[in-house]
């Protein structure tokens, strides 16, 4: 089987751009949405539009870079919430902390789990969505064995219904409201006993 070339390492003052540019890129994306400026995200990195193409080959790219370290401490979070809780109360913590981020950063979180221009995102096999599916699937999958949630849930279900919470109140100054709105979506997806 072949193996895919590892991409070279930058170059000292390339790595500094593209350093430069991740942290604008969250700054502007955290205030504007995922639809902000490359312009601006370019101006405020102090580069100019070209190396920021020539760093990031699409807008995907570059929210990629953005996401990419948040969203491996997220997945460590659901192993450690697995680790230390039941299955049910594993789940709810770490949706929890999936919505404080999605708070937190603006609707950034759900322009990766939405349907629209980055809803690709979900089908490539080692992008951000998919890390964030296979940490729910797997916190999902215990929480179904122990007969915690209800067992037609799909994790496509968890990440719409997370995008919707997110979507709902990214342009609202109540960041309690997604907190309201996930507890009552958890009270919806946990089963009841009898």
């Not at 089987?1 to 969250?26: F, G, K």
């Not at 109360?89 to 708070?103: H, S």
Request: glycine share 6%; proline share 3%.
């Amino acid at each position: 089987m072949a193996h895919a070339a590892q991409p070279r390492p930058l170059r000292a003052d390339a790595q500094r751009n593209y350093d430069r540019i991740v942290s604008a890129a969250r700054e502007v994306f955290a205030q504007h949405g995922a639809g902000a400026s490359l312009k601006e995200i370019a101006r405020r990195a102090g580069t100019g539009s070209a190396t920021l193409h020539r760093l990031f080959s699409s807008r995907r790219a570059l929210l990629e870079a953005v996401f990419h370290d948040r969203v491996e401490e997220l997945c460590a979070m659901a192993a450690q919430r697995a680790k230390e809780n039941e299955p049910g109360p594993a789940l709810f913590a770490w949706l929890r902390d999936l919505n404080a981020y999605a708070v937190a950063s603006r609707g950034l979180a759900a322009s990766l789990l939405r349907d629209g221009r980055d809803a690709d995102l979900l089908e490539q096999g080692e992008g951000c969505q998919a890390t964030i599916a296979n940490a729910a699937r797997e916190l999902l999958r215990r929480a179904q064995q122990a007969s915690a949630v209800r067992p037609g849930l799909l994790v496509e279900d968890l990440l719409a219904l997370f995008a919707a919470i997110s979507l709902a109140t990214e342009h609202h100054d109540d960041d309690e409201q997604a907190d309201r709105l996930l507890d009552i979506a958890i009270e919806g997806i946990r089963l009841k006993s009898s």
